[in-house]
């Protein structure tokens, strides 16, 4: 148990320092990287405007740097030798501001791109040495020569020529979050174009403390005009670490930092055991120990005794814990790695990867078990030095405080316990929740879902092919035609999916982020495609109104979830029929929708994610483009799995024929995609129930020493009065009703955190509880059931022992 709870607890810390790790990957480690933001009325903005950010660059001292950048993933942008000899896919960071004063590069072979020539857009270039060896065969054959950059994914900027004015030598791959793989692929840098604001840079030397910090950021905001700073804004905020998504990053460390919080109560509760199985070891050998130092036997000798067996006990612990560590690690990395891909680019999981190493896991697991060893020594020094205060009498303490001593210990346990097993009543109840959440569609509908990715390798060798799409016309047919070849009575639809990723991507047919006014009411949404028949095949439920239709088609309607419904119009039945307004950018005209139909909030991102605020067009054929990268294809009748080699092999040459920009990604059905969703909260359900069962043990364990040490130092007392004539079943009684009442008070004391404890649960699953609801009743009736059993035996066995036995014993 010692060993499960330390393993838990340094690989719970060692994840949480690498979310919370403040360096940047090959940057300078002589500064502190923070994501700079705005504290707005409604919140903290981080897309920190390049006015904003260039205004406070002139005010703040020459220690601090403020910078951008914007990066693309290999697939969407690659470096040409002018003679076209040459091409090498790359992951491209416009970069804008003090960028490379910030990260003050230390291996540099020529230069690094100057504020001014960001300022002009210069047509020039820093490569790192992968991308030059790629190109060139040699960073110093690099330099100051010409390439021809191609920038895809949407991009209006045509192929240009560059200049490569330096190589970077070191491991440094951009501000962002890269995993190691990324180290080794080709990554170049160029002035950042159009000012839109992104997530902002703070660079300051690591010696600043960060009182300073914030009274230097106060002057310069202060010192800006107000229509700089922008109407309504209360000043600046800096968070550590840095990160494009900081939102992200802080939900994510709170939950690593409630994981090592219920890791550290567990390991608290083996330590509590630990010391009192001490304290029992040391109050049995005090008449041996007695007798040994009557022999000649000193403190040192017994305490070096002491020491021998806790160093065995450590080496024992120290095993288990590196085991379990090993599995941890492997499993660990497997996960991070298996989430691959430009997701990981962003991701808060990319910087852990980086600390899950030997030397971080192996220097606080050791901490922790020289710690425990010195618990055990202690607890066995102080009782040898009260054993031989006055006249030599071995008498420690009194029975009385003895039992005092360990009621205490064994009440602190049962409330550390039942705050345990509340959590995990609840995390049941939640998985259970999940399980069974409405999403919008999908529901009780089998059926096959076909999904797509981006053909990376087509792309990287043609990258503006994404603009040549056919019409969604004529490759919708094609794949229906396909799709029957292989199940006749397939009927097809495409839209969007619950579970499929498309914040980062156009996938999942979403086409654009618009927000939609209505009158004085507005609200900001994320526009899909979707194809007449989505709404049926998917199972979307459609709660007023009507959907798209064939027959009637319309380009102008639109279908709208409850939410948005209720945000414009106040209610679902005062939406159907009226117009809205979209906008989405200042440049693009707005356009005037009608409302057909409201749709049932759609849960995109899957169980235990808010709804996604959505608005649903028909899929038209005319001159759009089909394009849904990431998209689904939804198939009703579910076919067998005998015949998804067949589908897949059929819509990949409809692809390779009509859209060779994109290919199948995989095949499934609907329910190991629901499956799949609801994984994480039966992980976590899984998590707490074995805390918490942990934690039961722990306590359990705990009971049954304090048990015995209070059996003990009854046996006597009991026996003199039975002999007198007590009761066995009132000696039964005694003892099972003093257990349960410890239980009692651990549980009423567990009873007064239950609001903070629910509050952190919120925090950590998005999950509203009841403090005093059902679950929690029921798991504190499972805590006190099993104290009654583990209690019951010894009190019995007490109960009907002979008293001169028990005297002859004694």
Not at 486 to 492: C, M, S
Not at 573 to 587: D, K, W
Not at 785 to 794: C, I, M, S
């Amino acid at each position: 148990m010692l060993g499960v709870a330390l393993a838990a607890t340094v690989f719970c810390y060692m994840l949480l320092q690498g979310m919370a790790g403040s360096q940047i990957a090959g940057a300078s480690p002589q500064r502190r990287y923070f994501t700079l933001g705005v504290q707005t009325a409604g919140g903290v903005n981080y897309s920190v405007s390049p006015k904003l950010a260039a205004g406070l660059q002139q005010r703040l001292p020459d220690a601090f740097a403020v910078a951008v950048s914007f990066d693309g993933p290999p697939r969407f942008s690659s470096l040409v030798l002018p003679d076209g000899s040459k091409r090498v896919a790359m992951a491209l960071d416009s970069v804008r501001g003090q960028y490379f004063r910030a990260v003050d590069l230390r291996h540099v072979l020529g230069r690094v791109i100057s504020p001014a020539e960001e300022r002009a857009n210069a047509p020039v270039i820093v490569i790192n040495r992968h991308c030059a060896d790629a190109l060139f065969g040699s960073a110093q054959a690099a330099l100051n020569r010409a390439l021809i950059l191609h920038i895809g994914g949407g991009s209006s900027a045509g192929p240009r020529q560059v200049q490569v004015i330096g190589v970077i030598m070191g491991g440094f791959t951009g501000i962002r979050a890269y995993d190691e793989h990324f180290r080794h692929e080709p990554v170049a840098w160029v002035p950042l174009a159009f000012p839109i604001g992104f997530p902002t840079l703070l660079s300051v030397p690591a010696s600043l403390p960060q009182g300073e910090i914030r009274h230097d950021l106060d002057l310069a905001w202060h010192g800006l005009p107000e229509t700089v700073r922008g109407v309504g804004n209360h000043g600046l905020v800096f968070t550590q670490p840095f990160s494009t998504d900081p939102d992200a990053v802080a939900a994510t460390a709170h939950k690593l930092g409630l994981y090592l919080d219920l890791a550290g109560a567990a390991l608290l509760l083996t330590l509590v055991n630990l010391i009192a199985v001490n304290f029992l070891e040391a109050l049995r050998r005090r008449s041996v120990q007695a007798i040994e130092r009557t022999l000649g036997a000193t403190r040192a000798w017994q305490l070096r005794r002491v020491l021998y067996r806790s160093l065995l006990g450590a080496l024992v612990s120290l095993l288990v814990t590196g085991a379990l560590l090993v599995a941890a690690l492997v499993v660990a990395r497997r996960a991070i790695a298996a989430m691959g891909g430009f997701a990981l680019m962003s991701s808060p999981w990319a910087r852990v990867g980086r600390v899950l190493d030997w030397p971080h896991l192996l220097i606080p697991a050791l901490a922790l078990i020289v710690a425990v060893v010195l618990v055990e020594v202690l607890v066995h020094a102080g009782l040898l030095a009260r054993g031989q205060q006055g006249s030599g009498s071995m008498q420690v303490s009194s029975p009385r405080g003895e039992r005092r001593i360990g009621g205490v210990i064994l009440a602190l346990e049962f409330t550390l316990a039942a705050l345990l097993a509340v959590l995990a009543g609840w995390g049941v109840q939640y998985a259970w929740r999940m399980a069974h959440q409405d999403l919008g569609m999908l529901r009780g509908q089998r059926i096959t879902l076909l999904s797509t990715k981006l053909n990376k390798a087509y792309s990287a060798a043609h990258p503006h092919a994404w603009m040549e799409g056919v019409t969604s016309a004529v490759l919708a047919a094609d794949l229906r035609r396909a799709i029957a070849g292989v199940e006749p009575q397939a009927v097809v639809a495409f839209g969007p999916v619950v579970g499929v990723p498309f914040r980062h991507s156009d996938g999942n047919f979403k086409f654009s982020e618009m927000t939609l006014e209505a009158g004085q009411s507005r609200i900001g949404t994320h526009g899909f495609v979707a194809s007449p028949g989505w709404l049926q095949v998917g199972a979307v439920q459609l709660l007023a109104g009507r959907g798209f239709s064939r027959d009637d088609p319309d380009p102008h309607a639109i279908l709208i979830d409850a939410d948005v419904a209720r945000a414009l119009f106040g209610n679902v039945r005062n939406a159907v029929g009226r117009e809205v307004h979209t906008s989405a950018f200042p440049h693009m005209p707005s356009r005037t929708m009608r409302v057909r139909g409201i749709v049932a909030p759609l849960y995109l991102e899957g169980p235990g994610h808010a709804p996604v605020a959505s608005f649903i067009e028909a899929m038209q054929g005319g001159d759009q483009t089909f394009r849904f990268m990431g998209g689904d294809l939804l198939i009703r009748p579910a076919l067998p799995v005998a015949a998804y080699p067949a589908l897949q092999a059929a819509v990949q040459r409809v692809y390779a024929k009509d859209s060779p920009t994109i290919e199948v990604a995989g095949v499934r059905s609907s329910t190991r995609q629901l499956n799949r969703l609801n994984r994480p909260q039966r992980i976590l359900a899984t998590i707490f129930g074995v805390v918490a069962g942990f934690a039961l043990l722990i306590a359990l364990t705990g009971l049954a020493v304090f048990l015995r040490l209070f059996l003990a130092l009854r046996k006597r007392v009991d026996a003199i009065r039975q002999a007198l004539g007590a009761s066995p079943r009132r000696l039964y009684i005694g003892v099972l009703a003093g257990t349960v009442l410890l239980c009692v008070a651990g549980a009423v004391l567990a009873l007064l955190f239950t609001p903070w404890l629910a509050q952190q649960f919120a925090l950590l699953s998005g999950a509203q509880v009841a403090p005093f609801g059902s679950a929690t009743w029921i798991a504190l009736a499972v805590l006190l059931l099993a104290v009654f059993l583990v209690a019951h035996f010894p009190a019995r066995r007490a109960a009907r022992a002979e008293p001169a036995e028990s005297l002859h014993e004694l």
